[in-house]
Structures are given as C-alpha cells and as structure tokens.
C-alpha cells in the first residue's frame, strides 16, 4: 500500500465516522451536537487524531505487527467483521442515545469528561505505538534480524496499541452517555483478545525465555491488571 492509499484509506475512515456520528445525530441539530464542550472537544479530537495517522505517520506504523514473525497472525474473519459491526453500531448508537435521551449512563458531565480524557489516553497510547514502531522496525530491517520490543509503550502493557484502541472504542460512548453505545463497545474490543492470544503464542515461540521474562513483568492490555 503506498502513502498517498493510506492517506485515503485514513481519511475515507475518518469520513465514515463523522457521516454517522452527525447521521445518527441529525443534521436538523448539528448546533445542539456542538453546544455541549466535551462532544465538541470529542469531535476535535478524532479529527486531530486521524489527521496524525494521515500525514504524520509513516506507512509501516499503521501494520498491526510489530515484527516480521507476527505477520504470520491471521486475522479470524468472523470476529473481525464482528468488531467492525460492532464498532459501526456504537458509533451510531451513541449520538443518537445523548440526544434523545435514551438508555443514558447516570453521571452526567462527570461522566462525559471521564470519557474525553479516555479517548484522548488512549489516542495517545495508539499514535505512540505507531510512531514507535515504525522506528523499531526501520531497525529490524537495517538488522536483518527480529527484535522483541520492550521499551517505549511496550514498557507498560504488552499491546499498547490495543490498548489504545479500547480506551478509544470507550471513551465515545462515555461522551454519549450511552449505555447500550458502551456495551457495544466492549463487545467490539473482545475479538481483540482473541487476537492477541494467537499473537502472543508465536511471540513465546520466536523469543522464548526472552519473551517469557517479559511477559511475567508486563501485563498483557492493561497496566496492573493481569488478563494472562
């Protein structure tokens, strides 16, 4: 894929998102979509954050393997098109539930801005990972050689980037006050998981005692939480 697709490819996404977030919204009230600061500081910042995948970072940040030997992880298509629905379901959900006040999370503003901070986390998480990868991997291939990454963001979590993307898929219904949009949203994050448990085999095959050590140091997805 060269850099002027991925631009395209980021962008396109970047469109989809906000046709259903104002979609499911309405367009008759972008005005009260835009009234309350955190969906307004929300909707900033999805534009900031694609726009940094888009211009800033290099194509080979953006593949989810962070080494030659993880390409040999196939995605399971159904739990991927699973996700994906899933992902377009609490996108839509969730406008739709703040503005006409249906299935709300108690909380209030509280609530909303706990939801700001977490995507803003987690979009920090996403756009560290990739910038460092990409670093990483110009190294492998200067190397010719496979190197486990356990510095940068891996020094926190296993799968930072992972990470990144929960604290994202939760952070938007949280700013809805969605409660149906944040079930949705877990329910999404769980094919990741599944995902990772087959990346992970083939990590301990490739490194190890190293990745062994590693991993009995460094939690899986969520710093001080051990998910194996």
């Not at 998480?125 to 990868?133: E, G, L, Q, R």
């Not at 769980?190 to 990772?196: T, V």
Request: net charge positive.
């Amino acid at each position: 894929m060269s850099n002027t697709i991925k631009i395209i490819t980021v962008f396109s996404i970047a469109i989809v998102i906000f046709s259903l977030i104002f979609t499911s919204w309405g367009f008759d009230d972008l005005n009260g979509l835009l009234a309350h600061p955190a969906r307004l500081a929300l909707l900033l910042l999805i534009l900031a954050f694609f726009m940094i995948l888009g211009l800033f970072i290099p194509l080979g940040g953006l593949s989810r393997t962070r080494l030659r030997a993880q390409e040999k992880v196939e995605d399971n298509m159904l739990i991927a098109f699973m996700g994906a629905m899933g992902i377009l379901l609490f996108l839509m959900i969730s406008p739709f539930s703040d503005r006409h006040e249906w299935m709300q999370l108690s909380g209030g503003d509280v609530l909303r801005y706990v939801g700001l901070f977490l995507f803003a986390l987690g979009a920090t998480f996403v756009i560290w990972t990739s910038f460092y990868m990409c670093k990483q991997r110009r190294i492998v291939l200067q190397n010719n050689s496979d190197k486990l990454m356990i510095e940068g963001p891996f020094k926190f979590v296993r799968h930072p980037r992972d990470f990144g993307s929960i604290l994202i898929f939760i952070g938007i219904p949280l700013v809805f006050l969605s409660s149906l949009g944040l079930l949705l949203a877990i329910l999404s994050s769980a094919g990741l998981l599944e995902r990772i448990s087959r990346e992970e085999k083939i990590l301990q095959q490739q490194f190890k005692d190293e990745w062994s050590e590693y991993a009995h140091k460094t939690k899986c997805l969520i710093p001080w939480v051990n998910l194996g």
